[in-house]
């Protein structure tokens, strides 16, 4: 079955370390997104790629990085830099930039918890 | 910029129809979508208006009226599995590719 897939559903990591979170899609979508989100709050956008070797911050890069070296995979890494780390992770992907609907898919997200 | 603004939590019992509604305020408007989250889960897509009018999809319907920068969801026959969050999201000409602007979500809670 195609889809996105994001792991752990859940992880915890000590303050100042760094974390990656992982993003697979077989879609073959060109584009892949990652978002934030906080409790009672809707999407941010951190970081999107539209081709592989190739990527753009969002609204809340900061703290943050990515890499698009194949493109099934955008892994996201949480550095220590990122004030506020705890939050819930969403990776998307859709078809390319331009198309008429182009509708993003979401993965089923990963929970960080800074402790 | 671009401001979207829907309501944070609706109420409505199961069984009757309810409508959540989304304004934005974008410079270059290029189509707007309505996910449905349950808690803890993916965002997944419920609808797409680019013009102006309604598009029915079962019991779930939206509108769009781009003067008025007003989109609706109406969703009718409620069930409880409908109790979920609502999300508005704007794609704007002005942002490269293909990227949304998010509201905050409308928590929608359906009761018996």
């Known amino acids: 079955d195609g889809g996105i897939t994001q792991s752990p559903k859940y992880l915890f990591r000590k303050e100042g370390q760094n974390v990656t979170l992982s993003c697979e899609q077989n879609?073959?979508?060109?584009?892949m997104y990652w978002y934030r989100q906080d409790p009672g709050q809707g999407l941010r956008l951190i970081y999107y790629s539209q081709i592989v070797n190739d990527f753009q911050k969002g609204d809340i890069a900061e703290g943050y990085s990515v890499s698009r070296e194949k493109k099934e995979s955008f892994p996201l890494t949480v550095t220590s830099a990122q004030k506020n780390p705890t939050a819930f992770y969403l990776c998307a992907s859709s078809i390319s930039g331009r198309a008429w609907l182009n509708e993003q898919f979401f993965g089923p997200g990963t929970r960080l918890t800074v402790l | 910029g671009q401001n979207i603004d829907q309501p944070t939590e609706m109420t409505a019992t199961e069984g009757a129809i309810v409508q959540i509604n989304c304004t934005y305020q974008?410079?270059?408007?290029?189509?707007l979508f309505w996910y449905q989250q349950h808690a803890g889960e993916a965002p997944t897509f419920l609808s797409y208006n680019v013009l102006d009018g309604l598009e029915e999809k079962g019991r779930f319907s939206s509108f769009l009226s781009r003067s008025k920068g007003y989109s609706y969801l109406l969703l009718k026959e409620l069930q409880m599995k409908d109790s979920a969050s609502y999300l508005c999201a704007v794609r704007d000409l002005g942002r490269a590719g293909n990227m949304l602007t998010f509201g905050g979500g409308t928590r929608l809670m359906v009761k018996p």
């Open positions: 974008t410079s270059g408007f290029n189509g």
């Open positions: 879609l073959n979508h060109d584009a």
